[in-house]
């Protein structure tokens, strides 16, 4: 049984900086690990994927501030963010795809492991 922990979150000022983790639990490595998100109100969006082969894809325009890697053993993901915003206030959830495939989905609906969440509050 697989399970992803995410740690990390917290509250911080705009302009500031956080480091999103991901603990992946079991033996099996996921091809695609992403990162979600979900303002209040609104619906959860990727904020990109990774490949176990080191490819990343942002949704958005968050690659000048963000940054998704994987450790070497592939069992943990981060989300480096900088340059944080208010409208970055979100919970944010790692989901894991363990569908063996050569490019990462942008489905939601593709991801059937999921962590618990972390909030992240960002402050004017």
């Known amino acids: 049984q697989v399970q992803l922990v995410e740690s990390g979150g917290g509250s911080v000022q705009a302009g500031g900086s956080l480091v999103l983790s991901c603990a992946a639990s079991?033996?099996?490595?996921?091809?695609?690990m992403a990162w979600f998100r979900q303002a209040p109100g609104k619906e959860r969006e990727m904020v990109g994927v990774?490949?176990?082969?080191?490819?990343?894809t942002y949704v958005n325009s968050e690659k000048d501030r963000f940054t998704i890697s994987r450790d070497a053993e592939q069992k943990i993901l981060y989300l480096q963010m900088n340059s944080l915003k208010p409208e970055d206030t979100a919970m944010y959830y790692c989901?894991?795809?363990?569908?063996?495939?050569?490019?990462?989905?942008?489905?939601?609906?593709?991801?059937?492991?999921w962590g618990q969440g972390t909030q992240v509050t960002v402050s004017s």
């Open positions: 989901a894991a795809d363990f569908t063996r495939r050569l490019r990462c989905s942008g489905s939601r609906s593709s991801y059937t492991h």
């Open positions: 079991g033996n099996i490595v996921a091809d695609c």
């Open positions: 990774i490949h176990s082969i080191g490819i990343t």
